[in-house]
């Protein structure tokens, strides 16, 4: 579930990634911080051709 982020694909890009920059360094310790299905969010993000990167920590 992504209680708590942006509805809007775009804007919950911009917000995840900033915090993979920030603050977490992985997907994984993201979610599990954020108490958030990783699944969900990459198929979220996925909606605007976006894939999670672990090399860059990103979604590029």
Known sequence: MLSGLPGDPV??????????RDFYPSLEALCDDMQIDACELTQKLGMIDYTYDAGRNQFI
Not at 11 to 20: D, F, M
């Open 11 to 20: 804007i919950l890009l911009g917000v995840i990634n900033t915090k993979l």
